[in-house]
């Protein structure tokens, strides 16, 4: 039997053809070997790509606008600018007994902007005053430009009453001011600067200036010989 078997399959054989074994793939991952390879598996993986693309973009740009504001900056070596209160006018400064500050200050600032390649935008100065940690009253110096190592001089004027609540500390400051008729007053400026290099211009800061004062009230300014003095100021960005 197992020669005779064997002898069959050497034999010529007449029947159907016989298919190819197929062969078997083995897959790793979805789709296949490509990320479109099906609808439905690409949607997530292309949009993977699509934020991968993105990312590198912005960091490629924010290293770009680094470089540049480094360029810049090395070129025209920015300073900072100078504020000074050159004079200060008191004429009233009462506080009653309900607590109502009646108050008339002058102020008189002067701005210096030192670079000789930069201009300077003054989009908005509001000017605060304050009494302690009180704020008594404001006022605003119209917008201007400041072209390159120049000195503008600007003015405003703080006049009202409001409410003026002061603690043991402030009060006793008060009644000290009012014996010897010099007070002490913090001028507070808050700007929206904006920059010029050449044709471009930079975008907005908001630096805080903080002027520490002793302005002689109007009437003990001849009495006491105490006279205002030039007050520069500090500035933060």
């Not at 920059?195 to 471009?200: A, D, S, T």
């Amino acid at each position: 039997m197992g020669d005779r078997h064997h002898q069959d399959l050497n034999g010529a054989y007449y029947g159907p053809s016989i298919p190819p074994p197929r062969k078997v793939s083995h897959s790793h991952g979805r789709g296949g070997g490509g990320c479109c390879g099906c609808i439905g598996d690409c949607l997530g993986c292309c949009g993977c790509c699509i934020l991968s693309v993105i990312f590198n973009i912005l960091i490629t740009i924010a290293i770009l606008l680094g470089i540049a504001a480094l360029i810049i900056w090395l070129i025209f070596r920015p300073n900072a600018i100078k504020f000074h209160v050159a004079d200060a006018k008191l004429t009233q400064f009462t506080l009653g007994a309900d607590n109502n500050l009646r108050y008339n200050l002058d102020l008189n600032f002067t701005i210096r902007n030192p670079n000789r390649r930069i201009g300077v935008y003054y989009d908005q100065i509001e000017v605060r005053g304050y009494y302690g940690d009180q704020r008594f009253g404001n006022g605003n110096v119209a917008p201007f430009y400041q072209g390159h190592k120049n000195t503008t001089e600007v003015g405003s004027k703080l006049e009202g009453q409001g409410l003026v609540v002061l603690n043991g500390g402030d009060r006793k400051d008060l009644d000290e001011d009012l014996k010897s008729g010099i007070y002490r007053i913090d001028a507070k400026l808050r700007l929206r600067v904006r920059f010029k290099f050449g044709l471009i211009k930079s975008w907005r800061f908001k630096p805080k200036v903080r002027c520490d004062l002793k302005v002689p009230l109007g009437s003990s300014n001849v009495t006491s010989g105490f006279q205002f003095q030039r007050t520069k100021c500090d500035i933060d960005f």
